[in-house]
């Protein structure tokens, strides 16, 4: 026996019992089946940007040709630079407020190999 909604088993017909919302006697509707835009649940990769960004990762993975526009930043990988985006020299540190680093990095000068500054050993 086939399983379909509001159907009234074949043993069942003349016994008086009647599908759900139908009553003896009424004319039964015909059932309409759910459309896409009539569910209630939704694909949750749809939704979820890291879930299409991993969607996007496997299918790369599996041998998927990339788009032309994907770049690391999100930006257009065929931008040319321009002379604009380069920082003004009166934005940049001077050599006055840098400290002096005798051709050392100045992040290690200033806070020294083991990241706690420059430390004497009169200092610990």
Known sequence: MESTPNAIPEEAEGSGLTAPGES???ESAPVQPLGDEDATAQDPSQ???AQAEWDRMAALDGGAPADESDSATG???AEIPDAGDEIP???LPSSE???ETQGEDPVIAELGEEGEGDLTPEDL
């Open 24 to 26: 003896e006697g009424s």
């Open 75 to 77: 930006g257009d990988p």
């Open 97 to 99: 407020s840098q400290p």
């Open 89 to 91: 020299a009166e934005d």
């Open 47 to 49: 939704m979820d940007p």
